[in-house]
């Protein structure tokens, strides 16, 4: 009798199986489990919500998503980067971006396009480089949501973006 049951609802499993599968977005990065996107201008950022990686993994996690690490370049990528840490629930949790200083010293530039930064939106005191050993810029929930520098190594959530 059970197992009659479960033989005439088979046919309805599959069928809500496939239209589930049909109604998944087509749009590879939309498709990433966990993810929450805030379009930027002519870029969408996006924040993997179950995965922390030490700084260069997310950068090969960013591509292997068909990502960039993302580069906040203005107030609005920065408005739209805090819109979309806050919707994925994540504003009490350390978030990469793809700023570093790993080059030269000092001298911070946005992985994905090589420039320097010109919107700024530090901590206050930071980048402070502790220890010689801090090359990696992250939003920091401790100071505020603003950016420090930290070891590139430690694992963070971290943020990608795709361009338009
Ligand atoms: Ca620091």
Known sequence: MRQQVILQLLPILVLLAIAGVQSFP?????????TRAINSG?????????????????LQSCHLY????AAIESAQDNFEALRVIQSAGLSNQKVWTGGNDLAIEGFFSWVTTGTPFSFQYWANGQPD???DSQHCVYYNHLYGRLWDDENCNLKFFFLCEMRY
């Open 129 to 131: 480089n502790l220890q």
């Open 66 to 69: 068909g990502m960039e690490f």
């Open 26 to 34: 087509s749009n590879s990065s939309a498709a990433i489990k966990g």
């Open 42 to 58: 002519f870029k969408k950022f996006h924040i993997v919500t179950y995965d922390q990686k030490n700084w260069h993994d997310a």
